[in-house]
């Protein structure tokens, strides 16, 4: 019998994370603006953040390390 639920991934910690509503309003309009749940505009927004803030790795071949 095939196994149910989410294909694997990369491992994710589940983190709590009290925003207020102003800030969660924008983060649901930049999402719904990129087609993306409002976890993934969280992951993206603090991996672009890294990056500016150089505490990002590299990856080996030269590109970003993919979140």
Do not use: Y
């Amino acid at each position: 019998m095939p196994k149910r639920g989410r294909p694997k991934g990369p491992d994710k910690e589940p983190i709590l994370l009290r925003l207020g509503s102003p800030l969660l309003e924008v983060l649901d309009r930049l999402a719904a603006a990129e087609f993306r749940s409002r976890q993934g505009q969280i992951e993206k927004l603090l991996h672009e953040a890294l990056l500016r803030r150089g505490a990002w790795p590299k990856a080996e071949d030269g590109d970003e390390a993919e979140n």
